[in-house]
């Protein structure tokens, strides 16, 4: 019996990690189309079509599987707070992908795990290790590397992805703290409403919209196609899996959005973008294989 659960359990595990990869490439497809359709339409028209068309895929998974499109939930002050970090995350990676080069932009939002596990020590007091600090610190180093502030190769619109950095690790951390009552369905539901009103918000900085050609219709329609199922195979993974061998492979987005940068955009990111992410990677992995170490430990010392 323990062969056939370890059995069980490695190819979930399989399953899992392949479903994420699959979620991270689709991730920066969705990117690349959204950088695309940004070439033309006005930003904020982008994120407005994309949260209408997300947000109708998924009331209708949800009513699909009867459930409440509109929950009682959603209006609880966590996911409130959830909706805000979304807007703040979604409005500037988004104009970060438009005005930066989408290798960058990617780089630096890998550091998003590392941004949540030093915030939950603050919020939900989890306890964390000399090891695990120097790992966070050592990520950070990395993202400094990619922006460099104060050298020839520094943008401030690299500020930009910091700031859907943070947006993206709020939202994650005030997810970790909202109710489980609340399906995949009913979450992607809030999240691409909150896409509507930040597209909403910087419409109104825009202050225009553009009649969208087919051109334009058709990048649109593949980010939210390629995004709904991204979103789907994400949430797959992680319910699939353990989670300290299936999040890893959330930094194979990386690696994707590299090769669509060479591909379509013509980036070539030099050798400190390219340390500061290998940087961000490896300390993201070491971080997540010395938690789950951490814990395994902590579970042999409980009293049976």
Known sequence: MPTSNHTAVNAGNLKGALLMVLSM????????????????????????????IGTLVFALLTLRRRERVVH???????????????VLGRVFFTLSLALTALSTTSAILQATPLMVAAAAVVIFREPVSLTRWALI???????????????DGFSPLSILAILGMIGFAGRDLAT????PVLSYAQLGVTGFAALILSGLLLSIWDGYWI????????????????????????????????????TPFRYSRLLFAMILGALVFGERPD?????????????????????RASRASRGRRTPK
């Open 72 to 86: 009682p939930v959603m209006a609880e002050r966590v996911m409130v707070i959830r909706a805000g970090f979304e």
């Open 25 to 52: 490439a689709l991730f920066s497809l969705e990117d690349m189309a959204i950088k695309q359709a940004a070439t033309h339409l006005p930003v904020g028209q982008i994120l407005t079509i994309f949260g209408l």
């Open 137 to 151: 610190a050592l990520g950070f180093i990395g993202v400094l590397l990619v922006i460099r502030p104060g050298l």
């Open 176 to 179: 970790r703290a909202a109710s």
């Open 211 to 246: 009649w969208p050609d087919l051109k334009d219709l058709a990048f649109v329609a593949l980010a939210s196609a390629v995004g709904v199922a991204a979103y789907t195979a994400l949430t797959m993974a992680m319910r699939m899996g353990e989670l300290s061998v299936v």
């Open 271 to 291: 050798a400190l973008e390219l340390l500061g992410g290998a940087v961000i990677v490896g300390a993201g992995v070491l971080l997540m294989l010395t938690s």
